[in-house]
């Protein structure tokens, strides 16, 4: 199976080093974007060819790598991206965020603590939080140096306004050290809280947009809100029908044509773990 | 060695430089903290740290100002060799390396920009021992505090205030590194 033909990790060692100076950098500036020469991967964008170059740059031989698409690690993406980076990097790939060294993620954070010995590494579409209030590029690197968010807040209010409720669910907005805003991906606005002071390295690659990003460990991390609309980590109010968990976050799934669903956990290690214990 | 002598620095970079970004992203991830960073033929005076340092993050695209007692012809040498990466002053370097007394001033280095902060060079501080003592330090990925046997308090001050902008800091000794990055306060 191993393509010996490529280098350790697929992408070229000048490529690697010019990905890792900006990890350093964004590590050194939490929730700032960095600007990188991104590649163009054997994967189409929207594949999550940012995260695949970041994970590329930080894996080592002795990593274990478990890579995950909205929890899951049976989909399309999550297999197609284990399985390069089994071929070109040779390391060992597990399906246990436990056992994980580096994870890398679509869309969700693992329901399992994770440790000081783990990178999580995000998969970014659209890294600038800014992008749908001010198209311009221009515009925006102006006010993220003033730190001009009102817009931002504005945003938020309309929400609440039209909906009586702040209505984004996803890719919610979040402000890091009390200095950036930034976009934590399309992760459920459920995952939030755990963006905050945790003890893994937090990486964010947006290969289209070619941003690099990033949140050191136990740093602050606050959802953006008001005080009289404090923010709410909401989720399905059911319990997973596979497991029974009450804490984790849900899928809802449509399982006949009678409009029949049910409530299962989207952390698919999480849940299976928890069967298997339960057994 | 000799000044003619070229040591190769990574016998297998790939996996080599992989190893040790490891320990660069996570002494930059958690500033304060000691971490272990050897494994190469480094040329006097250079640390192995230092080294490894250079090897891993340099190449033709980062102007490197070699700084006081670092600036011999070994070193010379064995960068432009080894990376590729051109020798320049401090103004347009975007790393630095040497002794703190010759590294000073700080602020003739690129600090980056309001819009581009990340434009700002780093700074391979070459030290006689690093230890979990002195000056406390708190910030982004450190956990309450830590203490540091860091350089010059002031100047970490003075950086920090300059902040988003502002000059990281990798300190190496032998082959120990830790990390200072600019978003570091000092308590």
Sequence with gaps: MTETAYNFAYLDEQTKRMIRRALLKGLAIPGYQVPFASREMPMPYGWGTGGVQVTAACLTPEDRLKVIDQGADDTTNAVSIRSFFQRTAEVETTEATADATVIQTRHRIPEHPLTEDQILVYQVPIPEPLRFLEPSEVETRKMHALEDYGLMHVKLYEDIARHGTIATSYAYPVKVEDRYVMDPSPIPKFDNPKLSDSPAIQLFGAGREQRIYAIPPYTQVVSLDFEDHPFDPSKADHPCALCGATTSYLDEVIVDDEGGRMFVCSDTDFCATRRGEAA | ?187
């Design chain 2, 1 to 187: 060695m000799s000044d003619t002598a070229l040591t190769i620095g990574f016998t297998d970079p790939p996996r080599q430089a992989a190893r040790a970004f490891r320990v660069l992203l996570n002494a930059m991830a958690r500033p304060g903290r000691l971490y272990t960073l050897e494994g190469t033929d480094a040329p006097l005076p250079l640390s192995e740290a230092a080294a490894l340092t250079l090897l891993t993050l340099c190449d033709p695209e980062t102007p490197v100002f070699l700084a006081g007692t670092a600036d011999t012809p070994a070193v010379r040498n064995w960068l432009t060799f080894n990376t590729g990466a051109p020798l320049t002053g401090p103004e347009h370097c975007a790393f630095a390396v040497g002794r703190w007394d010759a590294l000073l001033p700080l602020d003739r280095y690129p600090l980056g920009t309001d819009q581009y902060p990340d434009r700002s060079a780093t700074l391979i501080v070459e030290m006689d021992a690093l230890s979990n003592t002195g000056t406390t330090l708190a910030g982004p990925g450190i956990d309450g505090t830590v203490a540091l046997s860091v350089p010059d308090t002031a100047a970490l001050t003075a950086n920090r205030r300059l902040f988003p902008r502002g000059l990281d800091m990798i300190l190496t000794a032998g082959g120990t590194v830790a990390g200072l990055p600019r978003s570091v306060r000092v308590l």
